[in-house]
């Protein structure tokens, strides 16, 4: 069975692929790229499952199961700013750095730095029917920098449990409590009682 990540990005089609593998031998898991599809989709909905369905719909239309994926940072003192808007906090799309020091200078004064690294997935078929699934990772914003992984907010991104900012965490912790790991994981088990029940 093929499915495909509306995503261009291989270091996505792969995390979803090996997450898959652990209880799914039998799933593909194609790019854009792979399926030739070259359109930009446009990301206008309200919420992460919006958004991620929104990408997810656009490859179901073209006749396989699509699988879409949105995520950010919500920050309570913010009211859940940046939300989805994080990848474009600061006005210019992907710059981490402007993105960075605006989240820093927004929570300047503010005492209650409780956050959430939010990941949606959703699938759609063929046949219009759906699914989404949630995954979250509760944290809290630093007042400095700390570690040298990562990209976005992983070096502002604090976990209390491995006393650890998301930048200072290995791939494998990563993937374990992130909230994309934990939202792929929760995809790769719904997909696998739809389609694999014995």
Request: hydrophobic share 40%.
């Amino acid at each position: 069975m093929e499915i495909v990540l509306a995503s261009r990005n291989k270091k996505k089609i792969a995390e979803l692929q090996a997450l898959l593998a652990e209880s799914l031998t039998d799933v593909k898991v194609l790019s854009l790229d792979d399926i030739g599809f070259f359109d930009e989709i446009e990301e206008d909905g309200e919420t992460f499952e919006e958004n991620a369905m929104i990408k997810a719909k656009a490859v179901a239309e073209r006749g396989y199961i699509g699988v879409g994926d949105d995520s950010g940072l919500t920050v309570k003192a913010l009211g859940g700013a940046p939300g989805i808007y994080s990848a474009r906090y600061a006005g210019e799309h992907g710059n981490d750095a402007l993105n960075n020091e605006k989240l820093l200078r927004e929570l300047a004064d503010k005492n209650d730095r409780s956050a959430a690294f939010v990941s949606a997935v959703a699938c759609v078929m063929p046949n219009g029917d759906s699914f989404a699934v949630r995954g979250e990772c509760c944290g809290e914003i630093l007042k400095e920098y700390r570690g040298e992984g990562g990209f976005g907010y992983d070096p502002l991104f604090y976990y209390p449990k491995l006393d650890k900012s998301f930048a200072e965490l290995t791939m494998a912790e990563k993937n374990e409590i992130s909230h994309r790991g934990i939202a792929m994981r929760a995809f790769a088990k719904k997909f696998g009682e739809l389609f694999f029940r014995a």
